[in-house]
């Protein structure tokens, strides 16, 4: 069963970068693909960054694209999400999930907290 979690969150200027990490575990990491989300108070989670079990396949929502980067590290199993250019608008919790096949797994991990001032 998958667990997942992220760490690297925190408070930063508009402008600002920061560089979330998710670990997981109880998978075959190189087989999952993988992806980052978001979620807003009173929004609806939605994903932000993807990236394939080949690693090369990465696609991005408009709204990050130029200013987020997905990697992943297959030896700590973990997925990074590099953010830079910071906008309040990207305040939000961070989570990342783990697909395979088509299907993302239920096993959410706790999110890390992004806060952007301005």
């Known amino acids: 069963q998958v667990r997942l979690v992220e760490s690297g969150g925190g408070l930063v200027q508009s402008g600002g970068s920061l560089r979330l990490s998710c670990v997981a575990s109880g998978i075959v990491f190189r087989n999952f693909n993988m992806g980052w989300f978001r979620q807003a108070p009173g929004k609806e989670r939605q994903l932000v960054a993807y990236i394939g079990a080949n690693g090369y396949t990465k696609n991005y929502a408009d709204s990050v694209k130029g200013r987020f980067t997905i990697s992943r590290d297959e030896a700590k199993k973990t997925v990074y999400l590099q953010m830079n250019s910071l906008k309040p608008d990207d305040t939000a919790v961070y989570y990342c999930?783990?697909?395979?096949?088509?299907?993302?797994?239920?096993?959410w991990g706790q999110g890390t907290q992004v806060t952007v001032s301005s």
């Open positions: 999930n783990a697909q395979y096949g088509r299907a993302w797994s239920n096993n």
